[in-house]
């Protein structure tokens, strides 16, 4: 997979001018549909940690790596149902994607401690997961009764990429700093540079490292 290591170099090396040398992103590689061989393609490339999301999909994945003795960081960073929380409740090393408070108690109860991100909808748009702005204060409330570490936010920028992603980012980073917090994941494929240079701590690539996706 000689692809995969030369799009994960050229991916890393553009994280690194967007951050100027000031400071350090995290990167999270999107393995979304490509099956375990080619995630463990890139684990050798030096991916290191992955998202998925679908839980079905990382369950089966975290399974079939583990028994090669390949064990990455997983992220959640799609929508998840409460019921399938357990599934990969034991393998999820940081979940994107909470935006409610039964969701909270749900990973709160299958897996203490665990370090969650509060996914919140700054476009606004009907289609994108994410708890509205105006809940953010009450989700945070309920976060702290329970046994998680919420360590930031997550968004994502406009479905339309012709419009200017900036004020999305801006009002994310600006409420990651208004209550305190640790990180802010925002950045995709299209976006991420921008994203970084709007306060983004930790980006979600996809295609940009593993190449056009499996239908």
Known sequence: MQGIATRLAEVQQRIDAACHGERSVGLVSVSKRFDSHVVAAAITAGCTDLGENYAQELQAKAASLAEEGV?????????????K????ASVVHLWHSVDRESLLTEISNRAPGSAVLLQVNFTGEDSKS???PAQLGALLDAAAGLDLDVQGLMTMGPTDTSIDP???FERCRA??????LRHCSMGMSGDFETAIAEGSTMVR???????????
């Open 166 to 168: 900036r004020p999305t």
């Open 175 to 180: 409420a990651v700093d208004h209550h305190g």
């Open 85 to 88: 929380v357990k599934r990969i």
């Open 130 to 132: 994410g708890a509205e």
């Open 205 to 215: 690539i996809g295609s940009a490292i593993f190449g056009e996706r499996p239908q």
């Open 71 to 83: 064990q990455p960081r997983w992220h959640m960073i799609g929508p998840v149902q409460r019921n």
